[in-house]
């Protein structure tokens, strides 16, 4: 009998330890993003490109579905609708075409004759920088790496972005970027930003960011919302910030009409010299906590 009794708990104690072990293994498990089935909900953040302080929003959805052809290679279909209970593929346009390679790299194309771009890298690691295909506007690391659980109590791979000058980021391995699926480091050069709400795959809600209540957020106006004064505009040598709501900045960039960083400057800047930049239209970017605010300068010679 007490033979009996060890053997029992020698062979719990085994299979507790071999379900320990498989947990452990499941994270490294990969979960592929582009599959069939899955959708994304996002948050659309738009502002006139005056720099008026009014933000309108609303919801989009992005849906995987079928495949095609672009030089011999394969893409998936992403259709996209701003409708909620939209009926597909009434209410529906394709918006762009996505693959995965062998590497854990997303690659788009915005048209199939147009150029392919990579949109993440999920083969990185901790210290690693972001390729150039990715990000050219500098050094952006992989800061962190931690396991989540999603919504249906999977544990997934996040990836943690540093970029002092932008709103933090993180990739969800098989979801995409917190900004969007494909809004990495992004956000509109004319003003406004990004949020994902949500992801399913067949139907299974994996992803709900908690700062919202639901999956689809109706129009509504933010009146008031930015308070950046910059003067003079049009300016030809120096440009002056007032920041008269004390508003939380992570940094100012400068930003030309096809979306290049030109300059960033700290976060307490008052002041800008553009005496050494040509003239032509420009945008002052405001990176917050919250979103990115963007208003438009012309600066004259």
């Known amino acids: 009998m007490k033979n009996f009794t060890r053997i029992t708990i020698f062979h719990i104690v085994l299979i507790l330890g071999i379900f320990t072990a498989n947990a452990q293994n499941n994270t490294d498990d990969y979960y592929p993003l582009v599959e069939e089935g899955k959708v994304w909900s996002e948050l659309v953040f738009t502002s006139d490109p005056s720099g008026l302080p009014n933000y309108d929003y609303y919801t989009v959805y992005y849906k995987i579905y079928g495949d095609t052809i672009a030089n011999d290679i394969y893409y998936k279909k ?6 909620e209970n939209a009926i597909f593929p009434d209410d529906w346009v394709i918006d762009f075409y996505i693959r995965e390679n062998d590497n854990k790299q997303i690659l788009y194309k915005r048209s199939l004759s147009g150029w392919e771009r990579m949109l993440y ?11 150039e295909e990715i990000y050219e506007g500098g050094d952006i690391i992989i800061e962190s790496i931690t396991y989540e659980l999603m919504e249906n109590g999977e544990e997934r791979k996040v990836f ?12 969800i391995e098989g979801v995409g970027s917190s900004f969007g699926l494909e809004k990495t480091l992004g956000g509109f050069i004319t003003g406004g930003s990004y949020k994902l709400l949500c992801h399913w795959q067949n139907e299974t809600l994996l992803y709900h960011n908690s ?91």
């Open 160 to 171: 943690w972005l540093s970029d002092y000058c932008h709103v933090p980021e993180f990739w």
């Open 211 to 301: 700062s919202y209540e639901t999956c689809f957020e109706s129009s509504l106006l933010i009146e008031n919302y930015s308070k950046f004064n910059i003067y003079p505009n049009p300016v030809k040598d120096i440009l002056h910030i007032q920041n008269t709501d004390n508003s939380d900045i992570n940094c100012i960039s400068l930003i030309n009409i096809n979306g290049q960083v030109i300059e960033q400057y700290q976060p307490k800047t008052t002041q800008i010299n553009i005496s050494n930049i040509k003239e032509g239209i420009y945008f002052i970017r405001f990176s917050t906590k919250e979103r990115d605010i963007i208003q438009k300068i012309v600066i004259e010679k």
């Open 78 to 83: 992403i259709y996209r609708t701003a409708r």
């Open 121 to 131: 890298d999920f083969s990185l690691e901790v210290g690693d920088i972001l390729p």
